[in-house]
């Protein structure tokens, strides 16, 4: 009895508001009931089946761009703006570098494209938008005039980034990079300057917006930004200190091995690598070809020693190696030989392969480093400069332990070793860690690989 009694006052005030309406209904209001319970009508059969997408008939009154496809069915529609848009011949977009016209492409050419189907879409689902009270006033909106509908744009492929690209490359101004050069003890770095060029992701969404919202030709100004060097000269400037070097003796051996040491040597030489940069001695050193200068030299091929074109480079790489070791670079790749090499001990080489074995390395310091060789018909020699922030009490080593070693007379032996890098500071061990395992097959031939 209580719950109907809270009822009541709004069951009262309903047929209140109900009375007025009637009372107070105009003749159009009347019509508007009319077209609501009619839309109410047609939705309840749709919803039960009786009517499929493919047989209603867009409303009177709709025009997708001023295409009138009012009382046609969806794909009678779409031909039709098929051929509309067919027959588009799209307008202009200019872009102005600095005010000065850098270039022009039509908006069809960029991929501007008008989806079609997104307004068909639409224009068969006037009604279907949020609730009844809406999709009422929708159709009493295309019964008392027009609707227009503009079909959605969009940009197909990558036409639009390929475009600025293009612009950029031929208008941008390259940063000037700083060049550092070691030089009889002493270092001289050149000046640096910033370049600018186009922000390509900002211009393409620059051109992207204006031309959805375009109809005609328009321009649109490339949106700059600065290019900074790679190679700065207050960084480059730092670079004063040794943070590692080792040697490996070469000389002795055939003329043209030690043509191949010196020249892979001095294409090693002279890198510089900024923090986070990553090198791979392989590819510095070039492929191994008569083309680009290499000899026939000793190299190892399926567990022998053998001549080959470039026989001598892993020599080159292995004190590379250990000079990274010692200055703590991050070693991203590296590789043993199969066999114990006579200039270095085991566990310390890197042999490089061409495209399956190499030395790669990553400076992980917070300033650029410097990368000295030399090689004079002795010896070969690496040297990473770089700025010291190490303290002077804390020292780094690398000993080599053997696992096992089976003796080989006349060749070397087969042998399993591990590398660890031990660091101590005022002569107390601090950190142990192991950076790798090699093994070596034992051969009848002492190797130099």
């Known amino acids: 009895m209580r719950m109907r009694n809270r009822r009541l006052p709004a069951l009262l005030a309903a047929m209140a508001i109900f009375i007025l309406l009637l009372s107070g209904c105009s003749a159009e209001e009347k019509d508007n009931r009319r077209l609501w319970a009619r839309w109410l009508s047609r939705r309840s059969s749709e919803e039960s089946g009786e009517a499929k997408l493919d047989d209603i008939l867009i409303p009177e009154g709709v025009d997708i761009d001023g295409v009138d496809i009012g009382g046609l069915k969806a794909e009678e529609a779409r031909t039709q703006l098929k051929e509309y848009y067919g027959d588009e011949k799209g307008f202009d977009i200019s872009l102005m570098w600095n005010g000065v016209l850098a270039g022009t492409m039509n908006s069809i050419e960029l991929g501007l494209t008008a989806d079609i189907d997104a307004a068909l879409g639409e224009a068969v689902a006037i009604a279907e938008r949020g609730n009844v009270l809406r999709q009422y006033r929708s159709l009493r909106d295309v019964s008392m005039g027009r609707l227009h509908i503009e079909a959605p ?24 990079e700083a060049k550092i050069k070691y030089n009889n003890g002493s270092f001289s770095v050149t000046d640096s300057s910033e370049g600018y060029g186009a922000d390509i992701e900002a211009t393409v969404k620059a051109v992207k917006k204006a031309a959805l919202l375009a109809r005609e030709d328009i321009s649109v100004d490339v949106v700059m930004e600065t290019r900074k060097p790679h190679f700065t000269k207050e960084a480059l ?25 010196m020249l892979a040597t001095s294409r090693l030489g002279g890198l510089v690598l900024m923090p986070g940069d990553q090198a791979s001695a392989s590819a510095l050193m070039l492929e191994r070809t008569v083309e680009n200068g290499y000899k026939v030299g000793n190299i190892y091929l399926n567990g022998a020693v053998e ?70 018909g002795v010896n070969v020699t690496f040297t990473v400069y770089g700025v010291e922030t190490r303290p002077a009490n804390r020292k780094v080593t690398y000993p080599v332990t053997v696992v096992y070693e089976i003796e080989n007379p006349g060749g070397t032996p087969e042998m399993e070793v591990y590398l660890e890098k031990v660091v101590t500071v005022d002569g107390k061990e601090e950190s142990r860690k192991k950076l790798h395992s090699d093994y070596y097959e034992a051969s009848a031939q002492t190797a130099t690989g």
């Open 307 to 376: 001549n080959g074109i470039g026989g001598g480079v892993c020599q080159v790489a292995s004190t590379l190696y250990n000079a990274l070791l010692l200055a703590e670079i991050q070693v991203d790749e590296r590789h043993n030989h199969s066999m114990v090499v006579s200039y270095i001990k085991p566990g310390r080489d890197a042999t490089i392969s061409e495209d399956y074995k190499d030395l790669k390395f990553t400076n992980n310091l917070d300033n650029p480093i410097y990368i000295f060789s030399d090689s004079d």
């Open 153 to 176: 744009r969009y940009f197909e492929g990558s036409i639009v980034e390929s475009f600025v690209k293009n612009i950029d490359d031929e208008n941008m101004v390259k940063p000037v």
């Open 237 to 261: 400037s730092k670079i004063h200190d040794v943070l590692g070097r080792y040697s490996t003796q070469y000389g002795g051996n055939s003329w043209t091995r030690e043509q191949n040491v």
